[in-house]
Nanobody, 127 residues
Framework: QLQLVESGGGLAQPGGSLRPSCAGS????????TGWFRQAPGKDREGVSC????????HYTNAVKGRFTISRDNAENTVYLQMNSLKPEDTAIYYC????????????????????WGKGTLVTVSS
């Protein structure tokens, strides 16, 4: 089955940047819709950003819009999340997930619709 491995989390100061990546194996590069999700301490897992299999369409939760950018390199089987202007409330475990089929709209991306999950990478934003 598809395997996803996140990396690139860590500690950043408020206003700083991180760029986690998600490397996949066991799939055709352009065959999966993908998303980033996060789970903060004491909170439910929530969607952060999703991207279509081709990379042509993206969606962001309002909390990160204008600060985060999702992208993918299908030749490398990798999805990225560029996180700028980080805030303490961005602190969470960030998970990469993939879906075998497409959404009617990428805005329909959600936790319960994903088929494969990585184990997460911790992002901590603190002074």
């Amino acid at each position: 089955q598809l395997q996803l491995v996140e990396s690139g989390g860590g500690l950043a100061q408020p206003g700083g940047s991180l760029r986690p990546s998600c490397a996949g194996s066991g799939f055709t590069p352009d065959n999966y819709s993908t998303g980033w999700f996060r789970q903060a301490p004491g909170k439910d897992r929530e969607g952060v950003s999703c991207i279509s299999s081709s990379g042509s369409t993206t969606h962001y939760t309002n909390a990160v819009k204008g600060r985060f950018t999702i992208s993918r390199d299908n030749a490398e089987n990798t999805v990225y999340l560029q996180m700028n202007s980080l805030k303490p409330e961005d602190t969470a475990i960030y998970y990469c997930a993939a879906k075998r089929t497409s959404w009617a709209s990428v805005a329909d991306c959600g936790v319960y619709g994903m088929d494969y999950w990585g184990k997460g990478t911790l992002v901590t934003v603190s002074s």
